[in-house]
């Protein structure tokens, strides 16, 4: 009488050859070296964002502030008028005409310009 055999496959050990190692570690190096270049393009990223989110906080404390006062501090042009009784500069915006301040004339100021013409 024959004996049948069956077979069923088993959860066991199975050893690895040196050959099957050398390239599980060359696998392993490979993976960590990309997960170092993605931990740096991650920081990088961080960084940029944080630059970013730095960045609008500043806008919006400068609009705050400009709303909150309802003005800012701008270089516009100017002319001058001089009040030699008063001994003042009055000053004017060229572009509203509004009086901006008055300045009290320094010694240079006070000298009056003689037409010779």
């Given at each position: 009488m ?15 050859t ?7 570690a ?11 270049e993605?931990?740096?393009q991650?920081?990088?990223?961080v960084?940029?964002?944080?630059s970013g989110i730095e960045?609008e906080e ?12 309802g003005y ?22 060229l ?5 901006v ?9 006070l ?7």
């Open positions: 024959k004996e049948d055999l069956k077979t069923k496959t088993q959860y066991t050990k199975y050893k690895f040196e050959v099957e190692k050398g390239e599980i060359k696998e392993l190096a490979r993976s960590v070296s990309r997960k170092e993605l931990e740096d991650k920081k990088a990223a960084a940029e964002f944080k960045a500043l806008s919006i404390k400068s609009d705050a502030r400009k709303l909150r006062n800012e501090m701008r270089y516009i042009e100017c002319r001058a008028e001089y009040d030699y009784d008063r001994k003042e500069i009055k000053w004017y915006r572009d509203t005409g509004e009086f301040k008055a300045d009290r004339m320094s010694a240079d100021d000298q009056m310009e003689l037409d010779m013409a």
